[in-house]
């Protein structure tokens, strides 16, 4: 099955970048997700890629895939106290219906 | 403007008493989703439904139902919790056409206390 694996936490100074890292082994992966979930609240979509690209920016955040070796990341430049949140990887395989696999979820702390 | 509405954000109940969570949409999404989520771990799903056809996972326990009157809510019962079911409780959903799948859009969640 679909297995998605991140580090539980990071920890940054405020104003350095960020770089959250996420393995997974479906290879016929369609789409890869990138959710935030603040303390106490649901998951928020922050960007996403399709399999078919290597990288997708939007504002802070950049999104590289490398597909050969199943790895997907996260960046986040100029990282604010506001970032601090548990980010998930997610992925949808190909086929069947619409599961998606999350990852276990990396604790970002940004240190003031 | 929230998107996925999710009633009430906090809901206490007995051990062995029935409980409904609910959730409701503005996005009019054909899909529908519950996951538990147990803290410091990933979301689980329980369930989903494709419009009004219901697709259980095969791990989620006979003590969870689920209900989709309409395309704008769907309902989460739980008919006799157990201590273990205390988790926060998360409904998304997303937009599928023939091999378009939309991302998953999340609501706040229930957080779900057993007393």
């Known amino acids: 099955g679909e297995d998605v694996e991140q580090s539980l936490f990071l920890s940054v100074r405020e104003g350095d970048s960020s770089v959250i890292n996420c393995t997974y082994t479906?290879?016929?992966?369609?789409?890869l997700y990138w959710y935030k979930q603040e303390p106490g609240a649901g998951l928020q979509l922050l960007t996403y890629i399709f399999s078919n690209m290597d990288m997708k920016q939007d504002q802070r955040l950049t999104v590289l895939l490398n597909k050969k070796d199943k790895h997907l990341s996260l960046r986040i430049a100029d990282t604010q106290t506001g970032d601090s949140a548990i980010y998930f990887c997610a992925e949808r395989a190909s086929g069947g219906y619409q599961k998606v696999t999350f990852g276990t979820g990396t604790k970002l702390q940004v240190i003031p | 403007d929230a998107m996925v509405i999710q009633n009430p954000r906090y809901q206490v109940t007995q051990f062995g008493k029935p409980v409904t969570l609910s959730c409701s949409q503005t996005?009019?999404?054909?899909?529908m989703y519950w996951y538990q989520q147990k803290s410091s771990q990933a979301p689980k799903l329980l369930f989903h439904y494709y419009d009004k056809d219901f697709n259980n996972e095969a791990d989620t326990p006979d003590n969870f139902q689920s209900r989709r009157p309409n395309t704008s809510f769907c309902f989460l019962d739980i008919r006799s919790p157990g201590l273990g079911d205390a988790a926060m409780y998360l409904c998304a959903t997303s937009q599928t056409t023939g091999t378009v799948n939309q991302p998953q859009h999340f609501g706040d969640g229930t957080r779900l206390s057993i007393l």
């Open positions: 479906d290879s016929s992966s369609t789409y």
């Open positions: 996005l009019n999404h054909n899909v």
